[in-house]
């Protein structure tokens, strides 16, 4: 069983940054997929960037070229820096991890852009 335990949310107003990070447990962390994902109240919840075991990165439109994932392998622990916030990221982060595919999950962390 991994355990996930993310942190670094908050208010923040527009063009702000904040960054998340996400703790896991486990000893095979390097090998996992991991990626941060968001959910808006009445969305879906939608990826935001992944991380591959070989530091392969992916994003979704919306945050190229401003949010940047990032992994520490020795500290077991994922990061998301988020740069130039809007008020449409506002959302639950949540952290996923996974062999291959995500399927384990954190509990959240909220994230309000707002002046």
């Known amino acids: 069983q991994v355990q996930l335990v993310e942190s670094g949310g908050g208010l923040v107003q527009p063009g702000g940054s904040l960054r998340l990070s996400c703790a896991a447990s486990?000893?095979?962390?390097?090998?996992?997929?991991l990626g941060w994902y968001r959910q808006a109240p009445g969305n879906q919840r939608e990826l935001v960037a992944i991380?591959?075991?070989?530091?392969?990165?992916n994003y979704a439109d919306s945050v190229k070229g401003r949010f940047t994932i990032s992994r520490d392998n020795a500290k077991s622990t994922v990061y998301l820096q988020m740069n130039s916030l809007k008020p449409e990221d506002t959302a639950v982060y949540y952290c996923?991890?996974?062999?291959?595919?995500?399927?384990?999950w954190g509990q959240g962390t909220q994230v309000t852009v707002s002046s």
């Open positions: 996923g991890a996974g062999v291959g595919t995500i399927n384990y």
């Open positions: 486990g000893s095979i962390f390097s090998i996992y997929v």
């Open positions: 991380i591959t075991s070989t530091s392969a990165t």
